[in-house]
């Protein structure tokens, strides 16, 4: 079975740094990958997902995730974060399988971001 | 209107009562799931169906029971609900067909088991 590892457990930022959130994943096969974001009291959004083609992603908000196949990783980026951004994030895995539709999330990283 | 809704949306109850969490969608999608939230553990899949006729139990699904009692609504009960039992639960739906595997979630439910 396929996990997913996010090693960062709390991140704290001041506004305008540059943000890297890592996510690893084990699974030796074709995999698609997602970044979910939970604002504070809200559901979790969909932030970006990657599939196939090209392995920089962009999504909402600015944010971007490179997919480094050697590495199984799929780290979010983004260049200069506004308080805004504080929220939780969580990276997740799907076999591409048709069929199957169930996601693995990661432990999600909380990220907040000090005016 | 949220087009995937939980309720209720906080619920206090006491060890061994039964509980019934429900998940109505306007998204049409065929397939709903439930997965549960914990602090520094993340979202855990305990149930989910991929139409009225198929129910499927996820990595956690000891201790919960669900139904399908329509397209669009998806139920999870606690049968005699325990403290460890304590999370915040979502459902969430998605579209058949592989391509997308995006989740849409509802707001979530808050359960406090005493």
Same mark, same amino acid.
């Given at each position: ?115 | ?20 969490? !429900?998940? @109505? ?5 065929? =397939? ?8 520094? &553990? ?16 996820? !990595?956690? @699904? ?5 139904? =399908? ?8 009960? &606690? ?36």
């Amino acid at each position: 079975a396929q996990s997913v590892s996010q090693h960062n457990h709390h991140v704290i930022l001041s506004e305008a740094a540059s943000l890297e959130l890592g996510c690893n994943y084990s699974y030796g096969g074709t995999v698609n990958l997602f970044w979910y974001v939970q604002y504070p009291g809200q559901h979790l959004q969909l932030l970006l997902k990657y599939f196939s083609g090209d392995p920089l992603v962009k999504g909402i908000k600015g944010f971007e995730a490179e997919f480094i196949k050697s590495k199984f990783s799929f780290n979010l980026r983004k260049p200069s974060v506004q308080w805004s951004d504080t929220a939780e994030y969580f990276c997740a895995v799907k076999v591409a399988n048709f069929g199957n539709e169930k996601l693995t999330f990661g432990t999600g990283t909380r990220l907040t971001i000090i005016p | 209107d949220a087009d995937v809704t939980q309720t209720p949306r906080n619920r206090i109850t006491k060890t061994g009562k039964r509980i019934m969490l !429900e998940c @109505s969608q306007t998204k049409g999608h065929d =397939r709903m799931y439930w997965y549960r939230q914990d602090p520094g &553990l993340g979202l855990r899949l305990i149930y989910y169906s991929f139409d009225v006729k198929d129910i499927n139990k996820g !990595e956690i @699904s000891d201790g919960y029971s669900v139904s =399908r009692q329509a397209q669009a609504k998806f139920s999870l009960s &606690l049968e005699s609900a325990i403290p460890n039992q304590t999370a915040l639960y979502f459902c969430a739906t998605s579209v058949t067909g592989g391509r997308t595997g995006e989740l849409f979630f509802g707001e979530g439910s808050r359960l406090t088991v005493l």
